[in-house]
């Protein structure tokens, strides 16, 4: 079985948040959290409405790195901006 998706199954099958988060506390290193934290962040701005360069000059990170995610967010078939939708919609119901 492919590696990759092995562990998409782990991670699809962690459903509780305090388990999930001490799974990614083991296998990821300080600097790979940082990573996916701020890909996870740039995205939610994004999709927030965000400018590129806004967020690239709060963060001072490239704009290549968020090109890619402003990419992810245009595509009508996108799981994230699937799941970002429904998060928006969670946090909606808890207001």
Same mark, same amino acid.
Request: with cysteine.
């Given at each position: 079985?492919?590696?990759?998706?092995?562990?998409?199954?782990?991670?699809?099958?962690?459903? /509780? #948040? #305090?388990?999930?988060?001490?799974?990614?506390?083991?296998?990821?290193?300080?600097?790979?959290?940082?990573?996916?934290?701020?890909?996870?962040?740039?995205?939610k701005d994004l999709h927030?409405?965000?400018?590129?360069? /806004?967020?690239?000059?709060?963060?001072?990170?490239?704009?290549? @790195?968020?090109?890619?995610?402003? @990419?992810?967010?245009?595509?009508? @078939?996108?799981?994230?901006?699937?799941?970002?939708?429904?998060?928006?919609?969670?946090?909606?119901? @808890?207001?």
């Amino acid at each position: 079985m492919n590696s990759s998706y092995e562990l998409a199954q782990i991670l699809a099958d962690i459903d /509780d #948040t #305090t388990l999930m988060n001490r799974f990614l506390e083991e296998i990821l290193t300080p600097s790979e959290k940082k990573d996916i934290s701020l890909r996870w962040q740039l995205l939610k701005d994004l999709h927030a409405g965000r400018t590129q360069r /806004d967020i690239a000059a709060e963060y001072r990170i490239s704009l290549c @790195k968020i090109t890619r995610g402003a @990419k992810i967010l245009k595509n009508d @078939k996108s799981v994230t901006r699937k799941l970002l939708q429904r998060y928006d919609e969670k946090g909606e119901e @808890k207001k």
